[in-house]
């Protein structure tokens, strides 16, 4: 329980880093009560998610040190996945809003046999799932699905393909 805290705590720490800078044109006081629903929306997510996080830099490391992970994007085939991704990442569509059950007409008609034979047998692989940016939350539907389903390495890349971008870090497509 105190680890878990530790990490909580470390987690509203980071994203309020991770927060844009750019609003900074408004009140200060009032850019400080964004950042701080940003922050307490993320923990609470990876509260009730069971799963931990990942920054960039450590996904970067974990990729050189090619890391026995699986990476799943979470993001439209055609829109965004298709167009860039974090090299090596395989798609798996989730939905923005919180999906309870499964329901395959949010997941690109995909069932969660398929979502779990993504995943692999190896209930102790680490899995690394992201989406677009902080405040999105497909990342947390996958993430919280990989955890419902048993595996125990679960982390979420909450800076998703914004944050990667943003460290200049090269991007797959698809041709």
Known sequence: MRAMMG????LLVLALVLVPAAAQA???????????????KLAREVMRGGYD??????LKKWIDEKKDMLIVDTMPYEDSYKKEHVPGAKQ??????DMNAWDSKETDGKSQADYEALLGKDKNKTLVI???FVKCT???N???WAKKLGYKNVYRYSGGIFAW???????????
């Open 7 to 10: 990490r909580l705590l470390a």
């Open 26 to 40: 408004g009140n200060q006081f009032e850019d400080e009560v964004e950042k701080e629903k940003g922050a307490v």
């Open 53 to 58: 996080l990942v920054t960039t830099e450590e």
């Open 92 to 97: 798996f569509l989730f939905p923005i809003p």
């Open 130 to 132: 992201y989406c677009g």
């Open 138 to 140: 497909r990342s947390h």
């Open 142 to 144: 996958g993430a919280a």
């Open 165 to 175: 971008k943003g460290m200049n870090y090269p991007v797959g497509s698809v041709k």
